[in-house]
C-alpha cells in the first residue's frame, strides 16, 4: 500500500530532486493535489519549507477531508526570476477513506 493516504490524518510529504536544483533560488514553489477537475489543493510560499533541492508540504485534518476514497494527483512546479519554469512528474496518490473517526481536531 505505498503512496496511500488516510483521509483525515495530517500527512508530511517530502519532496526531494536532483541535487542540480536549487529551490532557495526559485521565485515561486507551488505544490498541487487533484482528484479529478473539480477538486485541487495547492500549497506555496509560507505553506511549504523549501530547502535546496527538496521541499516539505503538510496536510492538515481539514485538507484530507476534502479528497474523496481514491486516486489524488501530486505534482510540484516552480519557476525563477529569469522566466524558466519547470514540474515535477505527477504522482498518484491513493486516498483511503476507512478511517473510522472522521471529525476534525
Aim: charged letters at 20%; hydrophobic letters at 35%.
Amino acid at each position: 500500500m505505498a503512496n496511500t493516504i488516510m483521509q483525515g490524518t495530517t500527512p508530511t510529504f517530502v519532496l526531494t530532486l536532483p541535487n542540480t536544483v536549487d529551490l532557495t533560488t526559485a521565485q515561486n514553489v507551488y505544490v498541487t493535489f487533484e482528484q479529478g477537475s473539480q477538486n485541487s489543493l495547492t500549497k506555496k510560499g509560507e505553506e511549504l519549507v523549501v530547502y535546496a533541492n527538496q521541499v516539505e508540504v503538510y496536510l492538515s485534518q481539514k485538507e484530507t477531508l476534502k479528497f474523496k476514497e481514491g486516486e489524488v494527483f501530486m505534482q510540484m512546479n516552480w519557476t525563477f526570476n529569469n522566466g524558466k519554469r519547470a514540474a515535477t512528474y505527477k504522482v498518484k496518490l491513493d486516498w483511503d477513506y476507512n478511517l473510522l473517526r472522521k471529525e476534525v481536531q
